[in-house]
């Protein structure tokens, strides 16, 4: 018989057996290669949007409180920015900045932007202060009303989807939705339209003021109806219905 035999405590494995070995060993490498890359191929790109984590810069303008907080911007001869604000990490409008709704004021914070949707990390409450009554032309405009819509998308908190976290949608990022959520950060519908084009509605109560919901409700599909306004081109939904699809 010329059949080989294995001997374990020998150093080499029989010359047949090790170029059986061998081919197996090659062979699955190169199958997970393969599947490595076809998986690769199959991911979604992640979507762009940037965080000036550590970065600091000084904003001046008009803060609001609602419908969402925001600082106005005035622009020279075009339209004004709104950026919505929130506080370090999981949190919305910081303490040190509330009850200055319509005052003028100055702080310096780290900004997030994604797409059309802009934001400032209030992040030194030392910095902050009230500077005043603002000039007439500093102050909020009337809102333009784009009237009643019905949208169906995804409860996202607006802060980890402007690029502070990727992913920022769907169920591996839930847990962290609903903390950011429950601190006070701005919700926000995320819709898509046939291309698969994305973008954010900001949502707020019927009556313009914060929207009381279920932040468990986070990652998920819902279907809101409301009236969608136009601030300064921040767009939106004062929800009159939130339910789950």
Avoid at 133 to 158: H, K, Q, W, Y
Avoid at 169 to 197: F, I, Y
Avoid at 213 to 230: F, I, N, P, S, T
Wanted: glycine share 12%.
């Amino acid at each position: 018989m010329n059949d080989d035999f294995y001997i374990g405590y020998q150093d080499k494995a029989a010359p047949m057996q090790a170029r059986f070995v061998r081919r197996v060993v090659i062979g699955l490498a190169a199958l997970v290669a393969v599947l490595v890359v076809l998986i690769a191929a199959r991911q979604r790109p992640q979507p762009d949007g940037r965080f000036e984590f550590g970065t600091s810069r000084v904003f001046e303008g008009v803060l609001y409180e609602l419908p969402v907080p925001a600082l106005r911007v005035p622009a020279n001869g075009g339209v004004a920015t709104n950026f919505v604000l929130v506080g370090f990490g999981k949190h919305g409008l910081p303490d040190f900045a509330r009850g200055s709704d319509g005052k003028k004021v100055r702080f310096n914070g780290s900004l997030i932007q994604k797409d059309r949707l802009v934001m400032i990390e209030m992040n030194d409450a030392g910095s902050f202060q009230v500077l005043g009554e603002p000039a007439a032309n500093e102050r909020r405009g009337v809102s333009e009303s784009l009237g009643d819509v019905s949208l169906i998308g995804e409860l996202v908190d607006t802060k980890c989807w402007s690029g502070v976290m990727r992913p920022a949608t769907g169920k591996v990022h839930r847990a962290c939705a609903v903390r950011c959520l429950s601190g006070g950060v701005p919700p926000g519908l995320l819709v898509r339209d046939d291309q698969g084009n994305a973008a954010v509605v900001l949502l707020a109560g019927a009556d313009g003021g914060k929207l009381v919901y279920d932040v468990q409700w986070a990652a998920r599909v819902v279907h809101a109806r409301g009236e969608l306004e136009l601030r300064d081109a921040l767009p939106v939904l004062r929800i009159t219905t939130l339910t789950l699809e």
